[in-house]
């Protein structure tokens, strides 16, 4: 029988790869033969093929290299203080002094063209009138007629009323920052010319107060106002800085900009104003010693201001912010006036005026959660499992957050601040109001809403523009007039509120009258019209919204005739049944005494659904 081949053996080379090519003797010696030690040369083994090296023992060139590892991170451990010296040194040359694209372009032009109307389509126009832009690029002016016809003692008038009513809700500024630019303007110690940032911080607060605090003859004061914010764009190219000087001035037209929308887009001022912050990192604090307090209470100042501004326009045009995360590191600043405030400490015994910025920012964080959850730009944050018990707790958080302001305004015993307290509970009732709108409308994560949610939405959108029209209607000195968010807020609310008519006739029918919904239709309508005696744009939305809801209330009042026919019809056949019959009895002359009820009664014609953009 044939023999078998022989299994091939393959040989264990020992030899190094210089020594193989070289055809010697190899010791095998590690880490280094001593051919290759006595030639001065790398020791290594032959690869897979004849053009390839490989290391003799991985684990001996895995501790060199770590080894070659360590020794870098020391040696550039006692460089780090001239690496971090001209690191800061190659950011400040890349840093541009300047806010926007360039030193004469601190805004662009779209900026300053008014902020577009809410609407259900998209062909709003983006203000009440062909607006061109305030900018003015002379750097040179003066204080004009408008911020010195303003007389010494009016003046003061309208500072205090920005320090004590805007300051604690909006605190921007250093309050003895801003003492001394009123002061460089109004009561000068000298015959210098005040610096153009002076001239722009006080034509601003001169212009957000008098807006403020005018209880009559609106037109008139607005158009003061709007003359202060011409005069302070003209300074803009020497105050829109690259740092926190500068973002605080763009932080004041931000705040304007809410009184009057047709003087800017709040849209890019805010993305400007949040890009400029996390430039200048106030969005991250590190424990660095070497800032002093106040500094480091401005910075938390500048940034929960430019986060609030942020989330309160995203929000309201329900777009979740791309800039600002929901969590943040970054403290709140003291509460505490600004007197007790030093470079070198802060008396946290001092008497807490700035307690509602804070609350406010309280809601903001609550309203960004939502928008970022049921609006996503992208991935939703919380799974579809969690949801529903997610918006349990979001209820749960607005409804304590509603309840602290209240008993705590309770508690006031400072007959000095019960305008402010009154006030701070106005806006609670209206935010909480206006957070059980967007939690429970209709949304992408949620198109379409239980009925019971959609009732939470109905009720709370009635609320809404009750309140804001609450707001308005109180003419007292100082109280908040902004119509920004009125106006976006109410007419969102009126969307919602006309998809719970539609989709709930039976439940609403069930619970109120029909001239209780006329009524709830009425509050929508009645602030929009107060709201354009301030901001004339504002009649658009009266005009679109009643456009929208008259098909949707007529198909409402068809479907309770309807009912009405059908519960007197069935009481016709049964006798045992007399509650039917006493509401039919009293729903036909609540009918008869609206117009639209009688009218329909008489003919009671069929009607196709309205439709409700959401």
Not at 63 to 79: D, G, N, P, S, V
Not at 153 to 170: E, G, K, M, Q
Not at 572 to 586: E, I, Q, S
């Given at each position: 029988m044939p023999l078998k081949p022989a299994p091939r053996v393959r040989r264990r080379a020992v030899a190094c790869a210089r020594c193989r090519a070289r055809k010697v003797m190899c010791d095998g010696a590690t880490p280094s033969c001593s051919k290759c030690t006595e030639a001065g040369t790398p020791c290594v083994a032959s690869g897979g093929s004849h053009e390839r090296t490989v290391p003799r023992s991985i684990v001996l060139f895995l501790?060199?290299?770590?080894?070659?590892?360590?020794?870098?991170?020391?040696?550039?451990?006692?460089?780090d203080g001239c690496n971090k010296e001209l690191a800061e040194k190659v950011i400040s040359d890349m840093t541009p002094p300047f806010l926007g694209l360039a030193s004469a372009v601190p805004l662009v032009p779209c900026a300053v063209a008014g902020t577009r109307l809410p609407s259900t389509t998209d062909t709003?126009?983006?203000?009440?009138?062909?607006?061109?832009?305030?900018?003015?690029?002379?750097?040179n002016c003066q204080p004009s007629s408008a911020l010195l016809a303003i007389p010494p003692?009016?003046?003061?008038?309208?500072?205090?009323?920005?320090?004590?009513?805007?300051?604690?809700?909006?605190p921007i500024f250093y309050s003895a920052d801003l003492v001394a630019y009123f002061n460089a303007i109004f009561h000068p110690v000298s015959e210098s010319f005040p610096t153009p940032r002076e001239i722009y911080v006080v034509s601003m607060i001169m212009a957000i107060s008098?807006?403020?605090a005018a209880r009559t003859q609106q037109v008139w004061a607005n158009s003061i106002a709007r003359a202060l914010f011409k005069e302070a764009m003209q300074q803009i190219r020497l105050v829109y800085t690259n740092d926190i000087g500068g973002l605080q001035a763009l932080l004041l037209l931000v705040q304007y900009t809410y009184l009057d929308p047709s003087a800017a887009n709040l849209w890019l001022l805010s993305g400007f104003a949040t890009q400029a912050c996390i430039d200048l990192g106030l969005h991250h604090e590190s424990p660095d010693h070497s800032v002093d307090p106040l500094t480091r209470d401005i910075r938390r100042r500048v940034f929960w201001c430019t986060y609030e501004m942020e989330i309160a326009i995203s929000a309201a045009l329900l777009r979740p912010s791309v800039l600002f995360g929901a969590a943040t590191n970054v403290p709140f600043p003291t509460k505490v006036d600004d007197n007790p405030i030093s470079v070198?400490?802060?008396?946290?015994?001092?008497?807490?005026?700035?307690?509602?910025?804070?609350?406010?920012?309280?809601f903001?964080?609550?309203?960004?959660?939502?928008?970022?959850?049921?609006?996503?730009?992208?991935?939703?944050?919380?799974?579809?499992?969690?949801?529903?018990?997610?918006?349990?707790?979001?209820?749960?958080?607005?409804?304590?957050?509603?309840q602290e302001i209240h008993w705590s305004a309770s508690l006031n015993t400072d007959s000095t601040m019960v305008s402010q307290w009154e006030e701070m509970s106005l806006?609670?009732?209206i935010a909480r109001n206006y957070i059980i709108v967007t939690l429970f409308r209709p949304s992408p994560r949620i198109p379409e809403p239980t009925p019971d949610n959609l009732m939470k939405a109905f009720l709370a959108g009635v609320g809404v523009a009750e309140g804001y029209w609450q707001q308005y209607s109180n003419l007292g000195f100082g109280n908040s007039k902004y119509v920004f968010h009125p106006c976006y807020h109410t007419f969102s609310a009126g969307i919602v509120f006309m998809r719970s008519l539609q989709r709930c006739k039976e439940t609403i029918s069930d619970s109120y009258t029909l001239n209780d919904v006329e009524g709830f239709i009425a509050c929508f309508s009645r602030l929009f019209a107060t709201i354009a005696e301030r901001w004339p744009g504002a009649s658009r939305c009266l005009e679109e919204f009643e456009r929208l809801v008259a098909p949707v209330k007529r198909e409402y009042i068809d479907y309770t005739v309807q009912k009405a026919r059908n519960i007197s019809q069935d009481a016709?056949?049964?006798?045992?049944?007399?509650?039917?019959?006493?509401?039919?009895?009293?729903l036909v002359p609540e009918l008869l005494q609206s117009r639209d009820g009688v009218r329909l009664l008489r003919s009671c014609p069929p009607t196709e659904p309205a439709t409700v953009v959401s």
């Open positions: 501790e060199e290299e770590l080894a070659k590892t360590e020794a870098l991170c020391e040696e550039a451990a006692r460089h709003a126009d983006c203000s009440d009138s062909n607006i061109q832009s305030d900018f003015d690029a002379d750097p003692s009016v003046a003061d008038f309208l500072f205090h009323n920005y320090i004590t009513r805007v300051v604690p809700i909006y008098l807006t403020t070198s400490g802060i008396d946290l015994d001092g008497p807490a005026t700035k307690f509602c910025c804070r609350w406010i920012w309280q903001r964080l609550i309203e960004a959660e939502i928008i970022s959850v049921l609006f996503p730009s992208g991935e939703a944050p919380v799974s579809s499992t969690s949801l529903e018990a997610w918006m349990g707790e979001i209820e749960s958080r607005i409804n304590h957050w509603h806006y609670a009732d016709l056949y049964d006798d045992t049944k007399p509650p039917p019959v006493r509401y039919a009895a009293a």
